[in-house]
């Protein structure tokens, strides 16, 4: 009967389930007494935050990471952030193809399902190649951060190896952990080399790994074809994907720039130049990173809000990136655009989009929605009695934070209560996977038709 049941879970329920279970394993591991720095256990709870977390590509830590965690507890933690991101069924296919051994129908329906895909056909391929860019992105930005690291910190290669390789897995992963201690990369502030390796690494780990892999497909054909003609031949999706990266990544600069230009909290103390490269930075990291080169407590209370926004919007599908999703936001936009020109068809770089996209990306944004309400709202009353006075926007931004496993905080996540730390918990797994993939893997669908019934009109407006 168990078999049967286990045959029968659906392709969602299957990826919903290998999350738990890479959760659990982190929790058991990091709740051994050799992965704490006190040989002590850090307790359960604290354990499943922290697996929670990393399984989930988020970064927001109880116990930083650095000072607690023995080497064994950090390896632990990057390990969960790289199966995370590439998820533990995609790994475990990727195994297989290096043995010379076929992928299952039904771990090819899996990957299919994870990363978006319209087709069945060529799932070993695409995941061969997934595996190859994360790897060869991850390489690349270790080497090259080692180096950094070294030249900054006057540290031994070793250290700085081992810097290099954390940094880089947790940055193209967008994970937001690092092993440098309570201020992130805030000491290198002034480090332009830094600064925009890891940028690079958020931008390109955020993007998606099917508009990643359709970018080197196109830079590397052999056709000779101009760089606008290669740009141009892109499919819509990987258009708006760059389209609303490049647009979110200049409305955060901007804004930041101007917001936070003089507080002396923030910008104000750096040159003009480093203002420039931090504001950046910040807009960088706000779709979905977590690393920080600025105080998140000393931002504006403005600051802070459209920050908010911008980390519930996250990064874009089928990557390492949670939150809403650039391409769902980019649908709403084109649906409003259409409306005001009286239209009825979702028309986006000369082609047509059905309106089921439109549905579901305005029921995820709904949910979204619903979700930090509900969650700030249970926030709002647990941590009353934890002794640490925390402000509602400072709330706001640790769930939207965790909803769009962006890694930000503004402080408070260390003093949250027990059901504080759940309810965040909850928000990272939930916007790891979409509010609409956990509530499809906890629905059972069983013999459902469509119905069609007369039409009917309301008015709007």
């Known amino acids: 009967m168990d078999g049967k049941r286990v045959r ?17 394993l982190g929790t058991l591991l990091l709740n051994l007494p050799i992965a704490s720095k006190d040989q002590q256990s850090v307790g359960f709870l604290n354990a499943l935050f922290t ?46 193809l290096l043995f010379n051994r076929r992928i299952s129908l039904e771990n090819r329906v899996v990957i299919k399902t994870a990363f978006g895909q319209e087709r069945i056909g060529g ?74 390796t890891v940028s690079v690494l958020i931008i390109l780990g955020g993007l998606g790994f099917p508009v990643i892999i359709e970018f080197f497909r196109r830079l590397t054909s052999n056709r000779q074809w101009s760089v606008r003609r290669r740009l141009q031949m ?11 990266t490049g647009s979110l990544l200049l409305i955060g600069t901007l804004t930041i720039l101007g917001l936070e230009w003089q507080n002396q909290a923030t910008l104000g103390p750096l040159s003009w130049g480093q203002k420039i490269l931090n504001a950046f930075f910040q807009s960088v990291t706000l779709r979905t990173a977590g690393y920080f080169s600025i105080d998140q407590a000393g931002l504006t209370d ?17 990557g390492t990136a949670g939150g809403i999703k650039t391409v769902s936001i980019a649908l709403i936009l084109i649906a409003v655009h259409t409306a005001i020109k009286g239209r009825s068809e979702l028309i986006s770089f ?72 759940i309810v965040i918990a909850l928000c990272m797994f939930i916007g790891r996977l979409s509010p609409i993939t956990v509530m499809v893997a906890l629905t059972h669908h069983m013999n459902q038709h469509d119905v069609h019934y007369p039409s009917a009109t309301v008015m709007i407006g």
Request: proline share 2%.
């Open 123 to 196: 799932m070993g391929a695409f995941i061969k190649r997934v595996v190859q860019i994360t790897l060869m992105i991850e390489m690349v930005g270790a080497l090259l951060l080692t180096i950094f690291f070294h030249q900054a910190e006057s540290i031994t290669w070793g250290k700085s190896v081992y810097q290099g390789v954390f940094h880089a897995i947790s940055a193209f992963c967008n994970a937001g952990f690092d092993i440098l201690g309570n201020s992130s990369l805030q000491p290198f502030n002034g480090n332009g080399a830094i600064i925009l």
């Open 234 to 244: 892109l499919s819509v999706h990987a258009k708006i994907v760059f389209v609303m």
């Open 302 to 318: 403005l600051s802070k809000l459209i920050s908010s926004l911008l980390m519930l919007i996250g990064g874009s599908p089928a």
């Open 350 to 421: 000369h082609r047509t989009l059905p309106l089921q996209l439109l549905q579901k990306a305005l029921t995820v944004v709904s949910m979204f929605v619903l979700l930090v309400l509900g969650a700030v709202a249970i926030l709002t009353f647990s941590e009353q009695d934890s002794g640490f006075q925390h402000s509602l926007l400072d709330l706001v931004f640790e769930v939207s934070s965790a909803l769009g496993t962006v890694g930000l905080t503004t402080g408070i996540t260390p003093h949250l209560s027990d059901i504080g730390k």
């Open 51 to 96: 697996a929670t977390s990393a399984s989930c590509v988020t970064g927001l830590v109880v116990v930083n990471t650095l000072a607690h965690w023995t080497i064994f507890g950090q390896v632990v933690i990057i390990t969960l952030i790289q199966l995370g991101a590439l998820g533990f069924i995609s790994i475990f296919s990727a195994s297989l």
């Open 8 to 24: 029968h879970l659906s392709a969602t329920q299957l990826i919903a389930l290998s999350f738990v279970g890479l959760i659990l």
